[in-house]
């Protein structure tokens, strides 16, 4: 039953920056883990960085340094701030929030996807 909601992506030139969001529907089970994944044409769907509930990351190489994940429990809310963009940023981004179903059991749920294009 939870629904995410992406926000934030669109055209950026090299070196610029954008935030993206990622807002949950409340949900009976608790969430654990959020993350961030993309996927550009001809590749397959990439790692991009996690964060757990207590907030510990972790970020793919390509991105360490000039992204950042967090999040607000509060709000159900992930965000991912990109910095010094490249053209090789250039994506359809995804979040992603693990649900605990069961004490053994975890769901990952999937936003819709949002573009981030980087051109000048």
């Known amino acids: 039953q939870v629904r995410l909601v992406e926000s934030g992506g669109g055209l950026v030139q090299p070196g610029g920056s954008l935030r993206l969001s990622c807002a949950a529907s409340r949900s009976i089970f608790s969430i654990n883990d959020m993350g961030w994944y993309r996927q550009a044409p001809g590749k397959q769907r990439e790692l991009v960085a996690t964060?757990?509930?207590?907030?510990?990351?972790n970020y793919a190489d390509s991105v360490k340094g000039r992204f950042t994940i967090s999040r607000d429990n509060a709000e159900n809310t992930v965000y991912l701030k990109m910095n010094s963009l490249k053209s090789e940023d250039a994506a359809v981004y995804y979040c992603?929030?693990?649900?605990?179903?069961?004490?053994?059991?975890?769901?990952?749920?999937w936003g819709q996807g949002t573009q981030v294009t980087v051109s000048s």
């Open positions: 964060i757990t509930t207590a907030g510990s990351t």
């Open positions: 992603d929030v693990d649900i605990e179903v069961t004490s053994v059991t975890t769901q990952k749920i």
